[in-house]
């Protein structure tokens, strides 16, 4: 195999963000955690406080989502977040950056808000990713085209702090011209165009899109450290599948990857 199975098991942040999430739900998320040994759970910042009791000693952190999922809190809404998150037992921050200021382009305000958020989240130990919500900024905006939007974002968010610049929230459907709703997340090119307007100081996490084994290797070919997903047991499962039949003398599926399919 080409990666070991830790290395890909702590890529994936297990999501569990729906809106319909019971308790039941989340415990038996944060144990299907626990038993992949994944990097982190992603959950909504109720649960922060149980999550981080279920998940105590296994390795697994706990990770909230601020501002979720259009970003429209005030700022200091969103520090305040943050604070009782961290007070709570997270330890990572998923914060949705204010989409509408940024396509004005009142960059000012989008770097102030990021930049709270940060400050408060390494006050207490915790990082902070920052999700630009990429289906929303496929014709760009305040002047800039989709990629330029996109580099500039990225150049914002590390001088605001940010310790991962993240595509997507998983949740963010656009509606078409027939009325219809459909969503892309994370796609090879913006994870690779992420990847290169950072330094190597700040990571990049997918989100939306990568449900299988293939997708989660070509996200972390493409340089992503991370990646946000509810099929977490789909693809570990199946790199064990691989892992045996390789040991049994049966080759790798060779199948290619194709990310940005909907949302995770």
């Given at each position: ?62 990770g909230a989502v601020i501002g979720f999922p259009h970003g429209n809190s005030c700022t200091e ?133 990568v449900r299988d084994l293939d997708g989660l290797i070509r996200v972390r070919d493409l340089g992503a450290t991370r990646c946000g997903a509810t099929a977490t047991a ?31």
């Open positions: 195999m080409k990666h070991t199975y830790e290395q890909l098991a702590k890529m994936i942040d297990h999501s569990l963000l729906h809106p319909t999430m019971t308790d039941q739900e989340l415990e038996d998320g944060c144990k299907l955690a626990a038993q992949y040994g994944v990097a982190s759970v992603c959950i909504k910042p109720y649960a922060v406080r149980r999550a981080a009791e279920l998940l105590r000693g296994s390795g697994v952190n706990v809404s969103k520090r305040y977040e943050t604070e009782l998150a961290c007070r709570d037992g997270a330890v990572e921050i998923d914060m949705v950056l204010n989409i509408g200021k940024a396509l004005s382009g009142d960059w000012d305000y989008v770097e102030r808000d990021v930049k709270a958020v940060c400050d408060e989240a390494h006050r207490r130990g915790a990082k902070v990713k920052v999700i630009f919500e990429n289906d929303y900024l496929t014709q760009g905006g305040a002047g800039l085209g989709s990629d330029d939007f996109k580099r500039k974002l990225c150049e914002l968010c590390e001088r605001a702090g940010a310790d991962w610049v993240k595509t997507s929230t998983g949740y963010g459907f656009v509606k078409q011209p027939d009325g219809n709703y459909n969503y892309k997340g994370a796609t090879e090119h913006d994870l690779a165009l992420m990847r290169a307007s950072v330094s190597a100081k700040v990571q990049v996490k997918a989100a939306g899109g789909v693809m570990l499962d199946e790199y064990r599948r691989r892992e045996a039949a390789g040991k049994a003398g049966g080759a790798e599926d060779g199948r290619s990857a194709t990310l940005g399919a909907g949302g995770y």
